[in-house]
């Protein structure tokens, strides 16, 4: 086995690599959740981690790692005889890839066995092979739903049940659930979020003399994997019996009704979600205690416990950032009292004290266009904020398709109502036993199937898969006008409020968003396609409006990033949505070019939704003109976030306007 990076090699995490030991200490904690910018080590120190915790007791040959010293263990693959030998190995880091089917991650018949001896046998999946171990998923944002659903069962009792192909089973699953992510890319469900007991940041460090440090080590580390574990073993063997000795005093740390009120407290006045909270602190405070080898909770512990368990419990807005206010954390908590404890080993252990000091990236707002004229450039400063957002109305792309498991769009998804059935391949799907049995009956005389005593004779050709459809998320992409003609503040205001409140749907039913605006002369893509709309929401508030209308050149941006991503993801099916007036003023020939823009645009088959920005006693109609080459449905602006309103994109060549 190739050896790994060693745990107390990884410089510039502090806050990463104490999180991942409180919670090797004390795995009811319940796990970590690892955000941050990609290139930050987190892949590389969860992995790490395996190699310092403590080994686990098994039977031999069991294949799902119960506890030899729990009396009250059961096991599909027993009950094992007092014979059975009891063997000690290293803890599992079971990997859950992000495509993985509900089949691998639960179990599933075994369809050899089935197929050739007649035996009904059960399979185990990801989810048995991470007992009493760890369970990472990297770029856990990305998890579909039906595999969210599954560790949500498993991490909220402990066990999992399969009832499905004729097998019935129920065997334990407790495991450390530590989890990845770019947020960049989207954020998690609040049910799944709620489950990760801390949640830290992590950034590359700033300070030049770390970054010059982690490159030798890595560089180091690459030439030579096991010459440089080796001469890190000393740190690795401190590491593992420190960690081993802070399991075994965890049951005499005392935390008294005084601490527990100043947790209550704590939770209370940053007003999160449930007492997991308070649970989660105390059991962390305790574990940090233990770390510390003291004997009971000081605030200190309480401190760096509240910063690593409250971030993702406190209530805020969806597209609030996360994150805890320290400077209220220390007034809450009033001043430090001394921590007494020994300061732990060196070597890139955890600094038990703070934070690495270095900060992410905050995405900026676009840069500036090309100079212009004074009288314009007055005009582009103006800037208008959004109010807020409401329940948007649900516009969805016509048919079925085969895109990712979301919330919007119908679609043929692993998880859903069966609407069919095909021939099964290479164990994909869910078997469809009604259609398999109905393939193999006519058969059942010529393979001497059924008779004498025999069971149903099968062979691959008759496996079918069942078909299911759901619903999928599409790639939201939003064009946006910023042009002079929308600058009046209270307009830009209700045009922002409207997109806001787009991208907060967007959000609710798993959607990848794009934004791009046009405004002087030119188009802008302000936001690549991503799952973060939470970044989309921050270029949308730093958005600028004024200068003329270039609409034919935000047409054609948004014609070209749809292509682009057709060839990245073609199974999501995208979705235009066009905020504009209908007015064109850049360019001669502005109009007409815009209209031209707009039939080629339809004619690629993309599905649009023409927002109506327009206001006032007199209107020109350009809008609704514009959806009419764009052969697009026609919203306007006030019907946007319209309650108990549902619009299709529609494709025929005439378009429909008004509500849906």
Not at 108 to 121: E, F, N, P, Q, T
Not at 220 to 243: K, S
Not at 466 to 485: I, K, P, Y
Not at 630 to 648: F, I
Request: aromatic residues 2%; contains cysteine.
């Amino acid at each position: 086995m190739p050896a790994q990076y060693p745990f107390c090699a990884v410089v510039g995490a502090d806050d990463m690599t104490l999180a991942l030991t409180l919670v090797a200490i004390d795995p009811l904690i319940g796990g970590v959740l690892i955000r941050g910018e990609k290139g930050t080590a987190k892949t590389t120190t969860v992995r790490g981690l395996a190699e310092v915790l403590p080994a686990v007791r098994v039977y031999a040959g069991d294949r799902f790692s119960i506890d030899p010293d729990d009396p009250s263990a059961v096991c599909p693959d027993g009950p094992f005889d007092v014979p059975t030998p009891v063997v000690e190995r290293p803890v599992r880091l079971v990997e859950l890839p992000v495509g993985a089917g509900d089949d691998r991650v639960t179990g599933s018949l075994k369809l050899d066995a089935a197929l050739r001896d007649g035996v009904v046998a059960f399979e185990p999946g990801l989810l048995a092979r991470a007992h009493r171990g760890l369970l990472y998923v990297d770029e856990v944002n990305l998890l579909p739903d039906h595999l969210v659903d599954l560790l949500l069962d498993a991490a909220a009792t402990g066990r999992v049940s399969v009832e499905r192909d004729g097998v019935s089973v129920e065997h334990a699953s407790r495991f450390v659930l530590i989890g990845t992510m770019n947020p960049e890319e989207g954020e998690l469900r609040p049910q799944l979020l709620d489950r990760f007991g801390l949640t830290v940041e992590v950034a590359a460090p700033r300070d030049p003399v770390l970054r010059v440090q982690a490159v030798r080590r890595r560089l180091a580390f690459d030439a030579d994997p096991e010459g440089f574990a080796t001469r890190w073993a000393g740190e690795q063997e401190a590491l593992r019996t420190r960690l081993a000795a802070a399991r075994r005093s965890l049951a005499g740390v005392v935390l008294d009704d005084e601490t527990l009120t100043r947790i209550a407290e704590l939770c209370a006045a940053f007003d999160v979600d449930g007492l997991r909270a308070d649970l989660v602190t105390a059991r962390a405070a305790a574990a940090h205690a233990a770390w510390r080898g003291r004997t009971r909770v000081t605030l200190e512990d309480i401190r760096i416990a509240a910063r690593l368990a409250l971030p993702h419990r406190r209530r805020r807005n969806p597209f609030d950032e996360p994150g805890l206010d320290q400077d209220r954390l220390d007034d809450l908590l009033g001043h430090n009292d001394p921590d007494p404890g020994p300061d732990g080993p060196g070597g890139g252990l955890p600094d038990d004290t703070g934070h690495d000091g270095s900060a992410g990236d905050v995405p900026g707002s676009p840069g500036e266009s090309p100079p212009v004229p004074e009288p314009e450039r007055q005009a582009a400063t103006s800037m208008a904020s959004a109010g807020e957002p409401a329940r948007a109305r649900l516009l969805v792309v016509k048919g079925t398709g085969d895109g990712q498991a979301g919330r919007r769009s119908r679609a043929r998804t692993p998880q859903g109502r069966v609407a069919g059935q095909r021939r099964r391949t290479s164990g994909d799907g869910r078997l469809h036993l009604p259609g398999t049995i109905t393939a193999a009956a006519p058969h059942q005389h010529s393979r001497g199937g059924l008779t004498g005593g025999r069971g149903l004779a099968l062979v691959p050709g008759d496996l079918r898969r069942a078909e299911t459809v759901g619903r999928e998320s599409n790639l939201v992409l939003l064009c946006v006008d910023a042009s002079g003609s929308m600058a009046a503040r209270r307009r830009m205001e209700q045009v922002k409020t409207a997109v806001l409140s787009l991208l907060l749907d967007a959000y609710r039913r798993r959607d990848k968003v794009a934004l791009v605006t046009f405004r002087r002369h030119t188009a802008e893509v302000v936001l690549p396609p991503t799952g973060s709309v939470d970044v989309a929401s921050r270029r949308l508030a730093d958005l600028p409006a004024g200068g003329r209308t270039p609409l034919a050149e935000g047409l054609e941006r948004s014609g070209e990033v749809l292509r682009r991503e057709a060839l990245r993801d073609p199974s999501r099916r995208p979705l235009l949505v066009v905020v504009t007036d209908g007015r064109a003023t850049s360019g001669p020939d502005p109009l007409g070019r815009a209209h031209r823009a707009a039939a080629a645009l339809a004619t690629s088959g993309v599905q649009v939704v023409v927002v109506d920005c327009e206001t006032g006693r007199f209107r020109l109609g350009l809008a609704a003109r514009l959806a009419t080459h764009l052969r697009a449905e026609h919203v306007p602006l006030g019907e946007v976030t319209a309650d108990g309103l549902t619009g299709v994109v529609r494709t025929a060549t005439a378009p429909r306007a008004g509500v849906a």
